[in-house]
Every structure is written in structure tokens, then in C-alpha cells.
């Protein structure tokens, strides 16, 4: 599968000047549909000109803003296909093994190239922060990454919550958080609209949000201060979180050795009221 546009940008970013990072940034906010209005319109909501927009398209490595805008209107296809299109329109022969293995590896490894070091450790020491406490939510077929997640980091630190249950429940959890605050979610397509509300209101508190979604971007994207984006597509009506649950046990991985010494204090200690 070729990169999606928002991993164009994660890969190249650090090497943009200032006016196409902010192209990039007003891009990545608003995903994709800034990106199908006229030159003149993605340039005004961006604050920057005509030609900076063109000359970001072009770093992305498309010939034109036409060709651009192609590439996003074929992921925003790929964004609203419901498993009954994906079932119409088999991707491998029935009961075949290998090609889903193939594409859950690969979908790791595309997964993992276009995440820096840097990324994952920046969120890491985030996470492992002692100044607030962190939430942990997912969707209907991602919440028990967000479960999984939680189990494992409320052993090694204190203050780990995760959201489970209706709407209403996590509504009345937004009094608890604040500026010092993390909230980590889990949402790839087709996007869950309480998910996005829930963010929305959370980062108007002043929450930090992360995000595992996948390619194509959940609209939360534009709240959050960190994004994953992992690879999903599999030759399947459903789509894999294989890639954002090696995702996930990398950073507790990160976090359980930034908290070492605590870590293995509160282990014991939980281990003596067994």
C-alpha cells in the first residue's frame, strides 16, 4: 500500500520551512477536507500564500495540487468503506492464511517506519509524568486496546483510569480532567462521532491528547498533541489493530524503564496484598 498523505507529512516534516510546516499543520488539523478546497482557500486558512501551498505539494511529491487532491479523495473513500464493501470486494481467495499474515507484517513494519524515536519518546515520557493522571479510552472495536493498555500501566504507576461503559460515564469523568492531564484514544475508521465529541471537550479543558488511529486520520487528530497513525488494511471485511497493539506494548514497554525504580517498588507492593 502506498503512504497515505498523512504519513508523507510525519516522514518529511522536519525538513519543511516554516510556511509549508504550518500548510502541513493546518492540513493534518483539518484532514483531509482542507485539503479539497481551491489553492486560495487551503492558503488563507493556513496563513500562508498561494506558492508555499503549490511548493508543499510538491515536497509531498505529487506533480500538481490536482494530483493532490486525487490521493485525497481516494483516502477519503477509503475512510467511509463499511466492512459489507470490503466483504463484496474480496481482497485474497477465501480461507487464504498467508496473504493476511503478509499484510499484518507489513502493516508493523509500515507502521513503525514512519514513527520516529523521537515521537514514541516524547510520548513515552509523557505518559510516565507523575503530575496528573491518565485516562484511557477506545471504540467499539478498539476500546479493549485502551483496556489492555491501562491494566498494564496501572500496575507501574498511580492515577491510571480506564473509560469503559456509556457515554454518560465518560461525560461525567471530563469534572476530573484538566491541564495536567493526559487522554489517550483509540479510534480508527469508520470514526466513532462520541469518541470525537469526548475529545473535543477534553481538549477544550486543557487536556493532552494521543492518538492511535490509523492512516487516513480520525477527526480527533485535530485535538491531539501526539498522533499515531497506524497501518489497519488487511485482506479482510475488518481492519487490524495488530500494528497500534505492537504500538501500544512498545510504549509500556518505554514507560515500565523510565520508571524503574518506582515501578518495581509498587510491583512488589501490590504483589504483598496478594
Request: without cysteine; hydrophobic residues 45%.
Amino acid at each position: 500500500m502506498i503512504s497515505s498523505i498523512a504519513e508523507l507529512i510525519s516522514d518529511r516534516i522536519g525538513t519543511m520551512p516554516a510556511g509549508e510546516r504550518r500548510a502541513a499543520q493546518t492540513l493534518i488539523a483539518n484532514y483531509p477536507l482542507i485539503g479539497l478546497k481551491t489553492v486560495a482557500e487551503f492558503s488563507a486558512a493556513a496563513g500562508v500564500s498561494s506558492p508555499t501551498i503549490l511548493r508543499f505539494v510538491s515536497r509531498l511529491g505529487f506533480q500538481n495540487y490536482p494530483e493532490f487532491q486525487s490521493a485525497l479523495q481516494d483516502e477519503l473513500a477509503a475512510q467511509l468503506q463499511s466492512p459489507a464493501s470490503r466483504t463484496l470486494n474480496p481482497a485474497s481467495p477465501s480461507g487464504a492464511i498467508s496473504p493476511m499474515l503478509e499484510a499484518t507484517l507489513e502493516n508493523m513494519r509500515e507502521t513503525f517506519r514512519h514513527l520516529s524515536d523521537r515521537q514514541l519518546a516524547d510520548i513515552a515520557t509523557r505518559l510516565a509524568e507523575r503530575r496528573g493522571k491518565t485516562f484511557l479510552i477506545g471504540g467499539r472495536f478498539t476500546d479493549p486496546l485502551a483496556r489492555y493498555m491501562a491494566a498494564h500501566l496501572a500496575i507501574i504507576q498511580p492515577d491510571v483510569y480506564h473509560l469503559a461503559g456509556q457515554e454518560s460515564i465518560w461525560r461525567d469523568r471530563l469534572i476530573d480532567m484538566g491541564k495536567r492531564d493526559v487522554l489517550v484514544i483509540f479510534d480508527i475508521r469508520r470514526y466513532q462521532d462520541s469518541l470525537v465529541r469526548f475529545a473535543e471537550t477534553a481538549h477544550q479543558r486543557g487536556v493532552q491528547i494521543v492518538l492511535f488511529t490509523d492512516q487516513w486520520l480520525s477527526p480527533i487528530a485535530r485535538f491531539a498533541r501526539h498522533v499515531i497513525a497506524g497501518r489497519t488494511a488487511v485482506p479482510s471485511a475488518w481492519d487490524s489493530s495488530a500494528a497500534l497493539f505492537v504500538v501500544a506494548e512498545t510504549l509500556i514497554g518505554a514507560v515500565t524503564r523510565q520508571l524503574e525504580a518506582d515501578s518495581a517498588k509498587r510491583i512488589r507492593d501490590l504483589e504483598g496484598l496478594r
